[in-house]
Antibody
């Protein structure tokens, strides 16, 4: 059973960079696409982007593309999110998730989520 | 981007009821649609993929249907554990997008 866990600062100041790491256990990161999704309080989820397990393919939501970087960690089974120049509108629960595009095209494993607040 | 519109935004129902939730896409999805259930403080959990295929481990009272731009999630014989918020998500094209959610509440 694949498990994912987000970690990183829960409070970020406006104009600074939000950085989160996702640690994958119970399975290898060496398959599928590894995604970040966020959900503002009381709203539906928003897909941020993904990275393929080889690290040579990324795909970002155009609404965030200029500010987002998703990368594989130096440690095995980790991947990261960086979102620059944050504002209060970036306050949300951030989830990492595994995207199965092989046929089901669903996010079938999710982390528990971490609430990141942007405030001075 | 493909816009996903869910209706209703909330529904009140009793245990044993049948509940139907609709998701309409701004363009055709060729059945690349999934449904998720989310409980408070938890991550979404996939119920249905490719419009009508039941995810492993999901009770058979959940079913999905639809084609083109219009899709439906049906919950037969609503159980206490089914009170939650439900989201549709399209996988036809990038960026992947979700609906705004339908909250199923206890009547």
């Amino acid at each position: 059973q694949v498990q994912l866990q987000e970690s990183g600062p829960r409070l970020v100041k406006p104009s600074e960079t939000l950085s989160l790491t996702c640690t994958v256990s119970g399975g290898s990161i060496s398959t599928y696409y590894w995604s970040w999704i966020r959900q503002p309080p009381g709203k539906g989820p928003e897909w941020i982007g993904y990275i393929y397990y080889t690290g040579n393919t990324t795909n970002y939501n155009p609404s965030l593309k200029s500010r987002v970087t998703i990368s594989l960690g130096t440690s095995r089974n980790r991947f990261s999110l960086k979102l620059t120049s944050v504002t209060a509108a970036d306050t949300a629960v951030y989830y990492c998730a595994m995207y199965d595009s092989s046929g089901h095209s669903v996010f079938n494993y999710w982390g528990q989520g971490t609430l990141v607040t942007v405030s001075s | 981007d493909i816009q996903m519109t869910q209706s209703p935004s909330s529904v009140s129902a009793s245990v044993g009821d049948r509940v139907t939730i609709t998701c309409r896409a701004s363009q055709g999805l060729s059945s690349w649609l999934a449904w998720y259930q989310q409980k408070p403080g938890k991550a979404p959990k996939v119920l249905i993929y490719i419009a009508s295929s039941l995810q492993s481990g999901v009770p058979s009272r959940f079913s999905g249907s639809g084609s083109g731009t219009d899709y439906t999630l049906t919950i037969n014989s609503l159980q206490p554990e089914d009170f939650a918020t439900y989201y549709c998500q399209q996988a036809n094209s990038f960026p992947l997008t979700f609906g705004g959610g339908t909250k199923v509440e206890i009547k």
